[in-house]
């Protein structure tokens, strides 16, 4: 069973940084590509990052790029978020999934955390 646990979250001043972390339990954690997605609240859940299982290839929603960074440490199964000068609008759960691809689809993805929980304050 894979388990994933996101943290690093909090409240942050708009333009300010978070950087967020999940940890996956298992030994294949190489093998899984990695998405970050986001739920702010009354809204659906959108996809904010992925990356592949070698860290070689990341895919980025419009609204993040040049601001937010996706990477993994593989030796520590680990997936991070970096996020730059955040926005108010950003407020919202993040949420860590793995997957076999590094996919801008929910349903791409088997296995999700709980979510943690980022306040951009204006």
């Known amino acids: 069973q894979v388990q994933l646990v996101e943290s690093g979250g909090g409240l942050v001043q708009a333009g300010g940084s978070l950087k967020l972390s999940c940890g996956v339990s298992?030994?294949?954690?190489?093998?899984?590509?990695m998405g970050w997605f986001r739920q702010a609240p009354g809204k659906e859940r959108d996809f904010v990052a992925a990356?592949?299982?070698?860290?070689?290839?990341?895919v980025y929603a419009e609204s993040v790029k040049g601001r937010f960074t996706i990477s993994r440490d593989n030796a520590k199964n680990t997936v991070y978020l970096q996020m730059n000068s955040l926005k108010p609008e950003e407020t919202a759960v993040y949420y860590c999934?793995?997957?076999?691809?590094?996919?801008?689809?929910?349903?791409?993805?088997?296995?999700w955390g709980q979510g943690t929980q980022v306040t951009v304050s204006s």
């Open positions: 298992g030994r294949t954690f190489s093998r899984y590509a």
């Open positions: 990356i592949s299982g070698s860290g070689g290839y990341t």
């Open positions: 999934a793995g997957g076999t691809k590094p996919s801008l689809f929910q349903g791409s993805y088997d296995y």
